[in-house]
């Protein structure tokens, strides 16, 4: 495809500004990933709400973007060679935005990796695991009266915020004193198993000072709060 108008998902979700990087997302913890990274980067992009409650995700025209309908996904215009880049999975994103700016990953080839570690450590730890508590303590899974599987993701999220805390000790941010994609990633997890998850308690969350300092640096950041409400709800 050479042009946005191409791409069967704008016939769902129109562009007024063509010329953006298009984005197709929720304000939620992996959607907020990349709005994040698109603020703080200062990137001209157009942001289309994607409502679960109408199945927007399980349409044709999202799937034709992302066939495995989760949020976010992106287009952007300008990709490699002028030729528009459709995009999904919010690591892919972040690294993808990152290397089109020269920001967000450190320029030392060993410290860059140190970076990518730690994103992975959210797409493959944080993510699934606050994930899986947040459904068991604040959605359908909190009525199971086992609470075994519940008490597992608890676990499992207080040993992966320990291994953050350790990691944090001394340091300004997970790269030393290098703001990355990897906070980018992190810190909305953290923030929304303390807040919209309502779990600190659960997870013994105040065992956590390094966690805590560095989760309040991030969302002081005005980029952050920024990025934090996009795509605006209805």
Do not use: C
Request: overall charge neutral.
């Amino acid at each position: 495809m050479t042009a946005l108008a191409d791409f069967p998902i704008t016939k769902k979700w129109p562009a007024a500004h063509p010329e953006r990087l298009q984005l197709y997302s929720l304000p939620t913890p992996n959607g907020v990933k990349v709005s994040i990274a698109l603020e703080e980067l200062g990137l001209a992009y157009e942001p289309h709400l994607v409502k679960f409650d109408t199945n927007d995700q399980l349409t044709p025209e999202f799937l034709s973007l992302n066939p495995n309908n989760k949020i976010p996904a992106i287009i952007d215009p300008q990709g490699p060679g002028g030729v528009p880049l459709p995009l999904f999975e919010s690591g892919a994103i972040l690294v993808y935005l990152a290397e089109k700016t020269g920001r967000l990953l450190p320029a030392d080839p060993a410290r860059r990796y140190e970076a990518l570690q730690w994103l992975m450590f959210q797409m493959g730890g944080i993510g699934p695991m606050f994930g899986q508590l947040g459904f068991f303590h604040k959605f359908a899974g909190k009525d199971f009266e086992d609470k075994r599987p519940r008490d597992r993701y608890v676990a499992e999220s207080r040993r992966l915020l320990a291994v953050l805390d350790k990691h944090l000790q001394g340091k300004t941010w997970l790269v030393g004193d290098e703001y990355t994609v990897a906070d980018v990633a992190v810190f909305p997890w953290v923030n929304n198993l303390i807040g919209f998850y309502g779990a600190g308690e659960l997870v013994g969350y105040a065992d956590f000072a390094n966690v805590e300092r560095v989760r309040a640096a991030f969302m002081a950041r005005p980029a952050v709060q920024r990025g934090m409400k996009v795509p605006a709800r209805d």
